[in-house]
């Protein structure tokens, strides 16, 4: 990769506590007051490196963590250990006042835009905001020029700024809270299922606004999602993540033509295509173990055809062949 | 739907591939005349009665399920597509009414029941999945309380055969050691699960039709892929109907053979699901299928359909999908297009013989 790493990430874990206060984890078991102590983990173990420039896409179903991965990464929760640097400079230890330079270049777009505009805030109010904070030194006449600026490149009309969100579509919300994201010119942005709380041909029309951003800004993406589709169309490469850990990180078109991880082969076989039938789909037995307990060894095992006693034993580390990274034994013996 | 249009009609249409299926036509309409319907629904309007004003919510929709037929309709959110179903059951709640039209189900216009003749057909001869198994399942009750409670409600059985039904349905939607499941709570269960005990009280009365409104929308692909094989193999093996409502165009193409595509609270489009996805006349149809990420090259710009769906308050004369069209001319502007059969294919569009060519 000739491109240099905007984000790096080091063996990054995070868990909730279930448990919180020192009442809540005693508990009675075999006649005895037990402590007990247990969390959900959320991330185990992530290594990950965002280069400048590219549109990694996240995948994962639901509970995997890729949305604690976003938070994480945009420093908005701690990580429990692990590192994440922003060029060379690690942002996981700073505090509030030693991100907000930081702030500046990394923005994030939520999935609801019903509930991520505060809705008694104007269009303008939710615009001015971050660039007021971000460039104290602008005076009204600059900060209103840019709020017209960055509601037109969304294909939002200008004279509509004084509106409050309730009086947009969901697609328009969507176009105003990217706006919001793009209005203090970040160089990276973190964006979390964007479009899928909206309808199929409002999805195209904000893919197609996030993409024309893109070029014109050389922006830099990290782009969650559940939907492979529009996975294959936006990003440049793909992680693809299950119970907390990466198990395939690929090019788009390499992951699509030829994926490794048999995860991942279950995963794509899995979306629903037009003019194909649906029985011919890799069927995983089982269900997604719990995060509270995760299994020993390879997360994947007891759903996977190919699992050894390896499988059951070791976690797998993530391997690069070629331009393709996967996390699994049966591949690294060269089963698979 | 194209059963009682004469063939001459449904010929005129010059595409070789379509008069194939002209072909088979006579056959296929012999055998939709010959059965009744399972569900008729005839020129039916829902209103709802704002305080300012009336809005329409459903306007002209007409549309028939023939017994173990998989129909499904699509829209985006607010085309109506929920309305149409829970306008079948009468669930529609106030402000919202049924202002005309016909429901004909069993020789019986729904439309005309008292609410007690009503409760007896829901759940019993016409079956309701929700989209989301969290909300739909009550979660102080076991899954079995839930199960028998149809059982109870519409047929005189003794608790003992009721549980055996349950458990023996359970199996059926494929539950591992139904037994221990029948006394547990929805909490125990994966997402994935409850969605099967959803089927499973749906399917428990036996119903001739089972109406799914998003069964999954609310779950991962995997999962997803499991419970529309489910659903496939149900309707196949014991003949249920199945009116699926969706968004998802992929689900649409891959479970059912008939589609209905709604635009402002009206038809546009309705035909044989292949049809539909391969030659789409409706150019809002055809925007949707140009839409798919998988329709354009990776990386370019996709093929948008500009601006939103009107609201109900502000639909615009002539076809609501005007604004929007890429063919429009001035008679759209003016004058509601009817339907104009292709093939196996009714769509309401003034530029529909515009796509022939």
Same mark, same amino acid.
């Given at each position: 990769m000739?491109?240099a790493?905007?984000i790096?990430i080091?063996?990054l874990?995070k868990?909730?506590?279930?448990?919180?206060?020192?009442l809540?984890?005693?508990?009675?078991?075999?006649?005895r007051?037990?402590k007990?102590h247990e969390?959900?983990?959320?991330?185990s173990?992530?290594?990950l490196t965002?280069w400048?420039?590219?549109?990694l896409?996240?995948?994962?179903? +639901?509970?995997c963590?890729?949305s604690?991965?976003?938070r994480? @990464?945009m420093?908005l929760?701690?990580p429990?250990r692990g590192?994440?640097?922003y060029?060379?400079?690690?942002?996981d230890?700073?505090g509030?006042?030693?991100?907000?330079?930081y702030?500046?270049k990394m923005?994030?777009?939520?999935q609801?835009p019903?509930a991520s505009?505060?809705p008694r805030?104007?269009?303008?109010q939710?615009l001015?905001?971050?660039?007021?904070?971000?460039n104290?030194e602008?005076?009204?006449a600059?900060?209103n020029?840019r709020?017209v600026?960055?509601?037109?490149?969304?294909g939002i009309?200008p004279?509509? &700024?004084?509106?409050?969100?309730?009086?947009?579509?969901g697609?328009?919300?969507?176009?105003i &809270?990217?706006?919001?994201a793009?209005?203090v010119?970040?160089?990276? @942005?973190?964006?979390?299922e964007?479009i899928s709380a909206? *309808?199929v041909?409002i999805q195209a029309?904000v893919?197609?606004?996030m993409m024309d951003a893109?070029?014109q800004?050389a922006l830099?993406?990290l782009f969650i999602t559940?939907?492979?589709?529009?996975v294959?169309?936006f990003?440049?490469?793909?992680a693809?993540?299950?119970l907390?850990?990466?198990?395939e990180l690929?090019?788009?078109k390499?992951?699509?033509s030829?994926?490794?991880?048999?995860?991942?082969?279950?995963?794509?076989?899995?979306?629903?295509?037009?003019n194909?039938?649906?029985?011919?789909?890799?069927?995983?037995?089982?269900e997604?173990?719990?995060p509270?307990?995760l299994?020993d060894?390879?997360v994947?095992?007891?759903r996977?055809i190919?699992a050894s006693?390896?499988?059951?034993r070791e976690?797998?580390?993530?391997k690069t062949?070629a331009?393709?990274?996967?996390?699994?034994?049966a591949i690294?013996?060269?089963?698979? | 739907m194209?059963?009682?249009v004469?063939?001459?009609?449904r010929?005129r249409?010059?595409?070789p591939?379509?008069?194939?299926?002209?072909?088979?036509?006579?056959v296929?309409?012999?055998?939709?005349h010959?059965?009744v319907?399972?569900?008729?629904v005839k020129n039916?309007?829902?209103?709802?009665?704002?305080r300012?004003?009336?809005?329409?919510?459903?306007?002209?929709?007409?549309?028939k399920?023939e017994?173990?037929?998989?129909?499904?309709?699509v829209?985006?959110?607010?085309?109506?597509k929920?309305v149409a179903?829970?306008?079948?059951?009468?669930l529609?709640s106030?402000?919202?009414?049924i202002?005309s039209?016909?429901?004909f189900?069993?020789?019986?216009d729904?439309t005309?029941?008292?609410?007690?003749?009503?409760?007896?057909i829901?759940g019993?001869?016409i079956?309701?999945?929700?989209q *989301?198994?969290?909300?739909t399942?009550?979660p102080?009750?076991t899954i079995?309380?839930q199960?028998t409670e149809a059982?109870?409600?519409h047929?005189?059985i003794?608790?003992e055969e009721?549980?055996?039904?349950?458990?023996?349905?359970?199996a059926?939607?494929?539950i591992? +050691?139904?037994?221990t499941r029948? *006394?547990?709570?929805?909490?125990?269960?994966?997402g994935?699960?409850r969605?099967?005990v959803?089927?499973?009280i749906?399917l428990?009365t036996?119903?001739?039709?089972?109406i799914?409104d998003?069964p999954?929308?609310?779950?991962d692909?995997t999962?997803q892929a499991e419970?529309?094989?489910l659903m496939?193999?149900?309707?196949e093996? &014991?003949?249920v109907?199945?009116?699926?409502i969706?968004?998802?165009?992929g689900v649409?193409?891959?479970?059912t053979?008939r589609?209905?595509?709604m635009y402002?609270?009206?038809?546009?489009?309705?035909?044989?699901?292949?049809?539909?996805?391969?030659?789409?006349?409706?150019?809002?149809?055809?925007?949707l299928?140009?839409a798919l990420p998988?329709?354009?090259?990776?990386?370019?710009?996709l093929?948008?359909i500009k601006?939103?769906?009107?609201?109900?308050?502000?639909?615009?004369?002539g076809c609501?999908f005007n604004?929007?069209?890429?063919?429009v001319?001035?008679?759209?502007?003016?004058t509601?297009?009817?339907?104009?059969v292709?093939?196996?294919t009714?769509?309401?569009?003034?530029r529909?013989a515009?796509?022939?060519?």
């Amino acid at each position: 990769m000739s491109a240099a790493p905007l984000i790096t990430i080091n063996g990054l874990y995070k868990e909730f506590p279930i448990h919180k206060g020192i009442l809540d984890q005693l508990t009675i078991a075999g006649g005895r007051v037990v402590k007990k102590h247990e969390s959900v983990k959320a991330l185990s173990g992530v290594e990950l490196t965002v280069w400048k420039g590219e549109s990694l896409c996240v995948v994962g179903e +639901s509970g995997c963590g890729k949305s604690t991965l976003a938070r994480v @990464i945009m420093s908005l929760i701690k990580p429990t250990r692990g590192e994440i640097r922003y060029e060379q400079e690690r942002i996981d230890t700073k505090g509030v006042g030693e991100l907000l330079p930081y702030r500046k270049k990394m923005q994030m777009i939520f999935q609801n835009p019903y509930a991520s505009l505060n809705p008694r805030m104007t269009v303008r109010q939710t615009l001015q905001e971050p660039m007021t904070l971000h460039n104290p030194e602008l005076n009204v006449a600059e900060v209103n020029e840019r709020v017209v600026e960055v509601t037109r490149s969304v294909g939002i009309d200008p004279s509509w &700024s004084d509106r409050y969100p309730h009086e947009f579509s969901g697609g328009q919300r969507q176009r105003i &809270s990217i706006a919001r994201a793009l209005a203090v010119d970040p160089e990276f @942005i973190v964006a979390d299922e964007p479009i899928s709380a909206l *309808d199929v041909s409002i999805q195209a029309q904000v893919l197609n606004l996030m993409m024309d951003a893109r070029e014109q800004r050389a922006l830099t993406y990290l782009f969650i999602t559940h939907d492979l589709a529009v996975v294959e169309h936006f990003g440049s490469r793909v992680a693809v993540m299950y119970l907390g850990t990466l198990c395939e990180l690929a090019p788009t078109k390499k992951l699509f033509s030829s994926p490794q991880h048999p995860y991942t082969q279950a995963l794509l076989s899995a979306i629903p295509r037009l003019n194909q039938s649906s029985s011919d789909y890799i069927r995983l037995r089982g269900e997604v173990p719990t995060p509270v307990n995760l299994p020993d060894g390879c997360v994947f095992h007891g759903r996977c055809i190919h699992a050894s006693d390896r499988c059951r034993r070791e976690n797998p580390a993530l391997k690069t062949y070629a331009d393709t990274a996967v996390a699994c034994h049966a591949i690294e013996e060269g089963r698979i | 739907m194209p059963g009682g249009v004469p063939c001459e009609v449904r010929c005129r249409h010059r595409d070789p591939q379509r008069d194939r299926s002209c072909a088979t036509a006579p056959v296929r309409i012999q055998r939709r005349h010959s059965i009744v319907s399972l569900l008729e629904v005839k020129n039916l309007e829902v209103r709802f009665a704002m305080r300012r004003q009336e809005l329409i919510a459903l306007r002209d929709v007409s549309f028939k399920v023939e017994k173990g037929e998989r129909l499904g309709i699509v829209g985006e959110s607010g085309a109506g597509k929920s309305v149409a179903a829970f306008s079948i059951l009468n669930l529609i709640s106030k402000p919202g009414y049924i202002s005309s039209g016909e429901i004909f189900f069993g020789g019986k216009d729904l439309t005309k029941l008292t609410a007690r003749e009503m409760s007896q057909i829901r759940g019993n001869q016409i079956s309701m999945v929700f989209q *989301d198994p969290m909300m739909t399942l009550n979660p102080v009750l076991t899954i079995g309380t839930q199960m028998t409670e149809a059982l109870h409600a519409h047929q005189d059985i003794s608790r003992e055969e009721a549980k055996q039904r349950a458990i023996e349905t359970l199996a059926r939607v494929h539950i591992p +050691s139904p037994a221990t499941r029948f *006394d547990q709570y929805p909490h125990e269960l994966s997402g994935g699960m409850r969605q099967r005990v959803v089927i499973a009280i749906a399917l428990i009365t036996k119903p001739p039709l089972i109406i799914a409104d998003e069964p999954t929308t609310a779950l991962d692909v995997t999962i997803q892929a499991e419970i529309m094989e489910l659903m496939m193999e149900l309707c196949e093996s &014991s003949g249920v109907g199945l009116i699926l409502i969706t968004h998802d165009l992929g689900v649409i193409s891959q479970m059912t053979e008939r589609a209905i595509v709604m635009y402002a609270g009206r038809i546009v489009e309705e035909g044989d699901t292949r049809d539909i996805i391969n030659h789409a006349y409706h150019p809002y149809t055809h925007g949707l299928m140009d839409a798919l990420p998988q329709k354009t090259k990776p990386g370019r710009r996709l093929n948008q359909i500009k601006g939103v769906m009107p609201a109900l308050s502000s639909i615009p004369d002539g076809c609501a999908f005007n604004p929007r069209c890429p063919l429009v001319i001035d008679l759209c502007r003016t004058t509601l297009p009817q339907f104009t059969v292709f093939g196996s294919t009714r769509v309401a569009c003034h530029r529909a013989a515009a796509r022939t060519d």
